[in-house]
């Protein structure tokens, strides 16, 4: 036992443990153009933070318009998609699902709409391909060679039918290996989209074996490059052609975690998502009166949905008449959207504004991987915002690359904040953990070691050097306080020993 008396530690009252948010920047609702009434809408109808609303409408948007054209930034480094990865970070009770299942609908009612048509054209397929199959088989009998050696088809071969697109045009939680599988039956342009993100994170695509290959896959589509499948057999698949975008919504947990991954990090996934962490509005939502005017909802709603159906020849097999998917590959082969004189020379000042604040002492120095981007980041969202007004646009205007500069300022200076808070989040995180350990009313730890710590802890605590710093945590906020050199805890005189702070030492049974 302790030399002295619990009682004569007399501590400030302890806090909970808590870390400074730091200044939010204020999301640009006017950058959102065509776009910011229905988002305003959906805020509105779910009493949601408008950062949540603007990341559903904007993912399900970049899902659908990334299938209609790229964009060519020229001088800044070529032609991009227009796909766009989200990661929204908010708590279990922010209306997240109400935000994504808003947006959403146009989605879910083109897929439920059309799968019977897809069953329909799916049906008459399968009776095509056995007849294709009997055919060939009697056309190879013909063709036969000396010893039983097959010719190579001639012009006389039977034609294999197309098989029909799945409508299905997001999926919520897929492995890496299922999304590529799905691009080779579905419709080119997909979309990863969950409410539930922290599923895809945490299951079995971000395992500690696959999370690897799942990085760097997600990586490729980003950057619209062929996407391979490769296997000990015969069942592997190149897939050129193909567009990705995605809206992971995260309770901030797993966000520390995310952001705690080195592969996630340095592989430059994180670099490549619009992030955000509004401020919770919970508490601050009165039930509403009335309910919106919903026109600007509806215009959203119909828009998308109009530009979904633009491509139902395909879902029988037959290719739309615009020839950007190729009947045979199913891949995209779309034209690049090009930027205006005017919004050229915007786009080429923004990128030498960040290119310089990432040099030594520069504002975006310590963020220099999403500072890289941001201007790419910038052109695809003013392509969106062009595309979402006209699919057969073709260039990209002074006012739409305002806006998805504006929008990229913004979704950088949030990185730039929430990233600078990472490292210190997880170390708060752990030092709550450890505090409820500490004062866990069946086993109470009231006086102990660091070594103690160690041997009982979890991976990370048996680091020193990080476990020093969850203590130091702890002594900040007056849940722990060290007790002097040469207190006996344990049965032995310690030279560095701490107690609990007395508040959270569980009661004494009589």
Known sequence: MADQDPKDYEPEEFQPILLEVGDRPTFPVNALGPLRRAVEYIQIRSSAPIEIAAQSVLAVTSSVVQGFADVNRELLGGVSPLSSYFITIAESGERKSACDSLARKPLDDFERQYHRLFAEAHRQWKVLSSRYEAEFEQYQQLRKMDKGQQLDPGDDAPIEPVPPLSPQRYSTEPTIEGLIKLFGKSHPAHAILSDEGGQFLGGYSMSAEKAKNTIGNLNKAWDGAPLKRIRAGDDNLMLFGRRLSMHLMVQKG??????????????????????????????????????????????????????????????????????????????????????????????????????????????????????????????????????????????IDLDDIRNGIELARFYLREAMRVMSRAPAEAIHRDAQKLSDRLSDPKAPMVEFTPSQIQNGGTNVLRNRAYLNEVLGVLEEFEHIKRLPPGTEVGGAKRTIAYRLHPDLCPPQSD
């Not at 020839?323 to 923004?350: F, M, V």
């Open 254 to 395: 797993v966000a520390i975690d995310l952001f705690a991954d080195p592969k996630a990090r340095d592989m430059g996934f994180l670099a490549r998502c619009l992030m955000v962490e509004p401020e919770s509005r919970i508490g601050l939502r009165p039930a509403l009166t009335e309910l919106p005017d919903d026109s600007a909802y509806q215009a959203f709603y119909r828009r998308i949905f109009d530009l979904l159906c633009l491509d139902l020849d395909y879902h029988n097999g037959e290719a739309p008449e615009d020839g950007r998917i190729c009947p045979y590959t199913g891949a995209l082969n779309l034209n690049a959207l090009i930027l205006s004189q005017p919004a050229a020379e915007e786009l080429r000042d923004y990128y030498n504004r960040v290119e310089r604040e990432q040099r030594r002492g520069g504002e975006f120095e310590f963020i220099r991987s999403f500072a890289s981007k941001s201007p790419e980041m910038a052109a695809r969202l003013a392509g969106l915002l062009a595309i979402y007004r006209s699919e057969v646009e073709t260039r």
